[in-house]
């Protein structure tokens, strides 16, 4: 069964940092680009972040762009998400997406918790 599984949310001051991951298994990981989205309470799931397949590309939502950092491990099938200088605003589930490189198949995680707050 294809699993998408997050980790690394927290409770964090703002101005601080934080370090998503989403391991992938059951799936031929490389095949597939990587996003984060997330969802803050009453709001829509909004895109945050992407990276291809090889991780030759990113690109960032503008509202991130600057401080958050996509990558990932194609030997640990895993990609990650570094949050710098966080808000209070960015407070919200984060999920992350797979997305073949060619066929309309994508799969997504459960999501991990992130809340900025003093």
């Known amino acids: 069964q294809v699993q998408l599984v997050e980790s690394g949310g927290d409770l964090v001051q703002p101005g601080g940092s934080l370090r998503l991951s989403c391991a992938a298994s059951?799936?031929?990981?490389?095949?597939?680009?990587m996003s984060w989205y997330r969802q803050a309470p009453g709001l829509e799931r909004e895109f945050v972040a992407t990276?291809?397949?090889?991780?030759?590309?990113?690109n960032y939502a503008e509202s991130v762009n600057g401080r958050f950092t996509i990558s990932r491990d194609n030997v640990k099938n895993t990609a990650y998400l570094q949050m710098n200088s966080l808000k209070p605003e960015d407070t919200a589930v984060y999920y992350c997406?797979?997305?073949?490189?060619?066929?309309?198949?994508?799969?997504w995680g459960q999501g991990t918790q992130v809340t900025v707050s003093s």
């Open positions: 997406k797979a997305k073949h490189r060619f066929l309309k198949l994508d799969y």
């Open positions: 059951k799936f031929t990981f490389s095949n597939y680009a």
């Open positions: 990276i291809t397949s090889d991780g030759s590309s990113t």
